[in-house]
């Protein structure tokens, strides 16, 4: 009989295989200093494009301020045990309300982390009678939340609304005979590539079919629509979107996640979600933060306007310079270019070198074979000099990849690595 570490010692897995190769630099990268445009890695400064603090929030002086006050009050452990038992107050009910104020919802959850808290929110939406449809690039949140229910799923092709319709028959079709319902599942802003998910054209599929919609809008929550209020509220159709959900790990540059929806289902949900009922409950300094960075989010539209100043002089600056930057509709900016996996491995380098930038970068198994994705997001906290020179490092790097620079650099790891 095998022990059951053999697996281990003899795989690391898709991404543990490359941890001698990649740890330290691509990834688990120590970022240093406080969290802004510029920080320090291994020793250097950088201009910071991985981190998703579109608003800047993270090191504002007020944030910081009300953050400190509260963990003085509070500690961290206060309130303790699950909402449920003995973990519920109103300054929890009130960041609730106002949540659910701002993105147009009767009423709003807390949730302890949005991982969690959406793989237990799809958990308690459906039983074994419904079906899931879903796209097929979802996070791997909504992945993991699907892979609990016990009965049908069915992917979409990504954000194909002829993909969606056939697979809404094929539910609907199904759902007749066990009599269950449907949940559709997009997200607001997928993350990857930028592209906003069609919630207009679901929505209208709503007039044919009979479903909900379950929006994930991380990424969508405080940097899209006139009031920050997302994906939904962008393409004027937050109010048909059933079950809303954002973290508060990127606009709000904190930790902690909520759902919104009507009254009746958030009532059914406080007392169904597993992963709150049997959790403690979010603490109190980070439920104070929430209200101070809501209300930034509410009271200071500069923010969102810097934060898309930015966004367009980094996107319009890569088009013209005739970067390939996808479809992206959201501040989201994927730079796509062409290379093996060491090429990557050799421009990340001299960009972080030579050039005082950090991106992050995806490379084959996550993307196609042969394709280097480098991913910037651009925040409220960048400058239009950061923008310039970003721009210039990366025409600096086209060129010496065109030109086989590094080609020539990585031959030795690119046989090693059969590439
Ligand atoms: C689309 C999406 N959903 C959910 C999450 C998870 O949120 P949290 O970091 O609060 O667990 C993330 C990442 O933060 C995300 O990008």
């Not at 147009?104 to 074994?128: C, P, R």
């Not at 879903?134 to 909504?142: L, N, P, R, S």
């Not at 759902?175 to 559709?184: D, P, V």
Request: hydrophobic share 40%; glycine share 10%.
């Amino acid at each position: 009989m095998k022990d059951l570490f053999d697996k281990i010692y003899a795989d690391k897995g898709p991404l543990g295989k490359w941890a001698d190769k990649a740890e330290g630099y691509f990834v688990f990268p120590k970022l240093e200093g406080p969290i802004s445009n510029r920080m320090k890695f291994q020793g250097k400064d950088v201009i910071t494009w991985s981190i998703n603090d579109y608003l800047g929030l993270a090191n504002h002086p007020e944030v910081r301020k009300v953050d400190a006050e509260a963990g003085a009050k509070y500690g961290s452990a206060y309130p303790m045990g699950a909402r449920m038992m003995s973990g519920h107050t109103d300054m929890h009910e009130q960041l609730q309300n106002e949540l659910a104020a701002f993105v147009q919802k009767e009423a709003a959850y807390l949730l302890n982390f949005g991982y969690q808290g959406m793989v237990s929110t799809i958990d308690a939406l459906v039983s074994k009678d419904d079906i899931i449809v879903y796209d097929v690039d979802a996070h791997a949140c909504i992945i993991d939340g699907v892979r609990l229910h016990a009965g049908k799923r069915f992917t979409y092709r990504h954000n194909d609304m002829e993909s969606i319709e056939k697979n809404l028959m094929r539910a609907t079709k199904l759902a007749e005979k066990t009599g269950g319902g449907i949940l559709l599942i997009s997200e607001g802003v997928f993350g990857m590539r930028g592209e906003q998910g069609k919630l207009k054209e679901i929505v209208a599929l709503k007039e044919k079919f009979n479903f909900r919609l379950f929006v994930d809008d991380a990424h969508g929550f405080g940097t899209l629509g006139k009031t920050g209020a997302g994906a939904g509220e962008e393409q004027g159709v937050q109010d048909k979107i059933d079950v809303y959900f954002a973290t508060f790990a990127k606009s709000m540059a904190s930790t902690g996640a909520f759902i919104a929806a009507d009254q009746e289902i958030i009532d059914y949900l406080k007392y169904n979600l597993r992963s709150q009922m049997f959790a403690k409950s979010l603490q109190m300094q980070l439920v104070e933060g929430a209200l101070k960075r809501l209300d930034m989010l509410r009271t200071m539209p500069e923010l969102k306007a810097k934060l898309w100043e930015n966004v367009n002089a980094l996107q319009s600056g890569l088009k013209s310079r005739g970067f390939d930057i996808g479809t992206t509709q959201s501040c989201v900016t994927p730079v796509y270019l062409k290379g093996s996996i060491p090429e990557a491995m050799a421009l990340v380098k001299d960009l972080r070198e030579n050039h005082g930038i950090f991106c992050s970068i995806v490379v084959y198994p996550v993307i196609p074979k042969g394709l280097i994705l480098l991913r910037l997001i651009p925040t409220a906290s960048h400058t239009l000099q950061d923008v310039e020179e970003t721009l210039q490092a990366f025409s600096a790097i086209r060129e010496k990849l065109e030109t086989g620079v590094y080609k020539r650099l990585t031959a030795a790891m690119a046989a090693e690595m059969g590439e």
